[in-house]
């Protein structure tokens, strides 16, 4: 049975493949003052629809020691166009402020316990997990956006309180597994709209 991590859990570790041609684990953002680790994918409208107001929350909170990592823990087998190849073309054209990882063996999404894309877990500086959930309440239409939580939940980090809201909902596609670990999760978001 799958799980998502809990608040106060520690960073899993992992050690991925990056656009950029290098390949990263958890303390090479040892520098990062909160660490913030997000699923993503190439294709899906919750995440197309919402990349760039996560780019100007990246480019915000930098400033403050905020590093952004996406990881891609999608199966190419069911959707080919989010495989590594166009993970490296969409970083290329979007020059996006982050350092974009993948995960073809899906197994940092079972240790996140990632159910969405996009999918965000905040680590204070000691990687204790302080927020966890969506970033904004219409990622695929951000123009509707009303409240932006991921911002709310790094001013209160930066500010040092407690984060008031630290766990909502996710919005977005369920992560696309690959057959043998589909079955612990419900029917696909993307089929439904």
Not at 2 to 31: C, E, I, M, V
Not at 128 to 139: E, N
Not at 160 to 180: F, H, M, Q, S, Y
């Amino acid at each position: 049975m799958a799980f998502t991590l809990q608040l106060n859990d520690k960073a899993p570790d992992f050690r991925l493949p990056a656009t950029d041609g290098k390949t990263y684990s958890l303390a090479d953002f040892d520098d990062a003052r909160v660490l913030v680790v997000f699923f993503t994918c190439n294709h899906c409208p919750y995440v197309i629809g919402s990349d760039e107001v996560t780019r100007v929350t990246a480019d915000k909170y930098a400033p403050d020691g905020v590093r952004f990592v996406g990881i891609n823990s999608n199966s190419k087998n069911t959707y080919p166009e989010d495989d590594f190849p166009h993970m490296v073309e969409r970083m290329k054209k979007y020059k996006f402020p982050w350092t974009y990882l993948y995960d073809e063996s899906q197994e940092v999404a079972l240790k996140y316990g990632a159910l969405r894309t996009p999918h965000f877990f905040v680590f204070d500086k000691e990687r204790k997990l302080v927020y966890c959930g969506r970033a904004i309440d219409s990622p695929r239409d951000s123009s509707k956006m009303t409240v932006n939580d991921l911002e709310n939940a790094l001013d209160d980090i930066i500010a040092g309180r407690e984060v008031d809201a630290p766990l909502t909902n996710p919005i977005g596609c369920n992560v696309k597994w690959d057959g043998k670990d589909a079955h612990w999760m419900p029917a696909d978001a993307c089929d439904l709209v």
